[in-house]
């Protein structure tokens, strides 16, 4: 019934020690075999995410930036890419900078911040990419901007998210990937656009989709799937509007999914 299947990376597929464990691998080997299309669908950039794709043999279009480019490294085609206009972009960047706060931008899959601390260190070594420092907005390449991404405390970005969502525009989609990253990108470069994109390019119906996610940024592809799944160790929001909660991402969630809904397996949730 399940003809594709997108996966968010962080806390969902892979687990807490960022890795994809071999029973899940040997399930999404038995369904790319039955001829199911699998994705990424994830809020990391696509150099970041391509890596971790070739890495366990997932070489398809990859949705990342939270929908705002999809790309299939096979070929280095790019299927859909939203931006946010430079203009737009500097508004969020000077704001931000005029309030101390840290903000950092991708441009040409690009990771570029205006201050060299321990926020960008984490972030890119979580990410697997180098970046580049402008002490000036001005240094940057004259381009739009894929995503624009605020690091700090959850209650503070909780707090400043309705002004900079007002800032952006009704144009732009304010979400958190993580409760401490509070990100700017294109309204239509979420990950429910990207895989209503996705499912359409390979004519499948969107009753036959899977999504498989973990926290606020996985909100519309888990409402656009035929089947929307939360993690055991989702936010609680997500898990309200899920079709089903599986196992954690330490517990293969993952698996578990493509065994009960994808591999026909009977199944039954740890006690």
């Not at 299309?37 to 930036?65: C, D, F, K, Q, W």
């Not at 705002?68 to 500097?90: M, N, Q």
């Not at 000077?94 to 205006?114: K, M, P, S, W």
């Not at 894929?146 to 800032?167: M, N, Q, S, Y």
Request: contains cysteine.
């Amino acid at each position: 019934m399940y003809r594709l299947v997108a996966m968010d990376l962080d806390d969902t597929l892979l687990t807490d020690g960022l890795t994809v464990t071999e029973p899940t691998l040997r399930a999404l080997e038995e369904a790319a075999a039955m001829g199911v299309r699998l994705t990424l669908a994830t809020g990391r950039s696509y150099r970041s995410a391509s890596r971790i794709a070739e890495s366990i043999g997932l070489m398809v279009p990859l949705i990342t930036y939270q929908g705002s480019l999809i790309k299939d490294p096979a070929d280095g085609t790019v299927l859909y890419e939203r931006f946010v206009p430079r203009e737009t972009a500097r508004r969020v960047i000077d704001f931000c900078l005029e309030l101390g706060l840290h903000v950092q931008t991708y441009i040409n899959d690009r990771l570029y911040a205006f201050r060299d601390n321990d926020k960008v260190k984490a972030y890119a070594a979580l990410s697997g990419i180098p970046y580049t420092v402008a002490a000036d907005p001005a240094q940057l390449p004259d381009a739009d901007h894929t995503k624009l991404i605020i690091i700090g405390d959850p209650e503070e970005l909780d707090r400043l998210a309705p002004e900079v969502r007002e800032l952006a525009g009704p144009g732009m989609h304010v979400t958190k990937s993580k409760a401490t990253f509070l990100e700017v990108l294109h309204k239509e470069g979420t990950k429910g656009d990207a895989l209503r994109f996705l499912a359409a390019h390979y004519g499948i119906p969107m009753e036959q989709t899977v999504a498989i996610g973990d926290a606020w940024n996985d909100w519309e592809m888990i409402q656009a799937a035929g089947l929307g799944v939360a993690m055991a160790n989702a936010v609680p929001a997500l898990k309200e509007i899920a079709d089903y909660v599986t196992l954690s991402n330490n517990e293969d969630g993952v698996r578990h999914v493509l065994e009960k809904f994808v591999l026909g397996r009977k199944v039954r949730m740890q006690a």
